[in-house]
């Protein structure tokens, strides 16, 4: 199955992707939530390696397309247009939820508020998501969901599982994919060799 970007940032819903990611610039980030660390309850040869979650999501296209686009909105809880929180500007504003208790302005079952709905808590729950689109045939297309944890319990399971019930869902039919390692490299070394000394030791 090929991959693609419909483009560039935008998936086959037409909606900005990317915006929630945590800082792929920043090594403090990328070190707290996607490379597994010394000390993590793993083997050596995992430091610097990271899980990735691959989902394959058939889109609902003919439900999804019906919709107005303010329905669609609600679904995600962003701007279709800009990509920003709904109420706010820019792409990288803070939702306000606190502001919003009630879901008024985003609704309490919409996609990025039930994925990350930035309490104290919910902190510790950061992926990066590397998603890409697929079309098989005009009535099979849908999302490559790709995302990269230095946890899975504590990344992708635990942010499914607010997902369940939430607005998105009944336009979605996931119907494949698996947990991977990816092994750690680093410049002049070959990928894994970790794991290759730690077998002959
Ligand atoms: C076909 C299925 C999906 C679609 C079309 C989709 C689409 C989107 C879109 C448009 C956004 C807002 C922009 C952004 O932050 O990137 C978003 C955010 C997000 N999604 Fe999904 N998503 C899907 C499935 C999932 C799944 C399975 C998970 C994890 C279990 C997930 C986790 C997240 C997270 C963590 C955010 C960021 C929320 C934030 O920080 O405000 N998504 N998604």
């Known amino acids: 199955m090929a991959g693609f970007q419909p483009d560039g940032t935008r998936n086959l819903f037409g909606f900005r992707e990317g915006a929630g990611n945590p800082d792929a610039a920043d090594p403090r980030l990328m070190d707290e939530h996607v490379w597994v660390q010394p000390g993590d309850d793993e083997p050596t040869w995992c430091v610097g390696g990271s899980y990735q ?18 329905v669609q909105e609600r679904v995600f809880g962003r701007s279709k247009d800009t990509g ?55 009535s099979d297309c ?22 369940a019930g939430e607005a998105l869902e009944k336009y979605l039919l996931p119907f494949g994919g698996g947990y991977y ?13 970790g794991l290759m000394s730690w077998n002959v030791r």
């Not at 706010?88 to 504003?93: I, K, L, N, P, R």
């Open 53 to 70: 979650v691959v989902r394959l999501i058939r889109l609902a296209m003919p439900s999804w397309d019906a919709e107005p686009v303010e």
């Open 84 to 138: 920003a929180p709904l109420g706010q500007v820019t792409e990288h504003a803070d939702p306000g939820y606190a502001r919003d208790p009630g879901g008024r302005r985003i609704a309490l079952d919409a996609h990025i508020r039930r994925a990350n709905p930035r309490t104290p808590d919910s902190e510790a729950h950061k992926i990066l998501r590397r998603g890409h689109s697929y079309r098989m045939n005009p």
């Open 181 to 193: 390692f990816v092994l750690p490299g680093s410049d002049g070394d070959y990928v894994g060799k």
């Open 142 to 163: 849908g999302q490559i969901f790709v995302c990269y944890q230095r946890d899975v319990e504590l990344g992708f399971a635990t942010i499914q599982r607010r997902l």
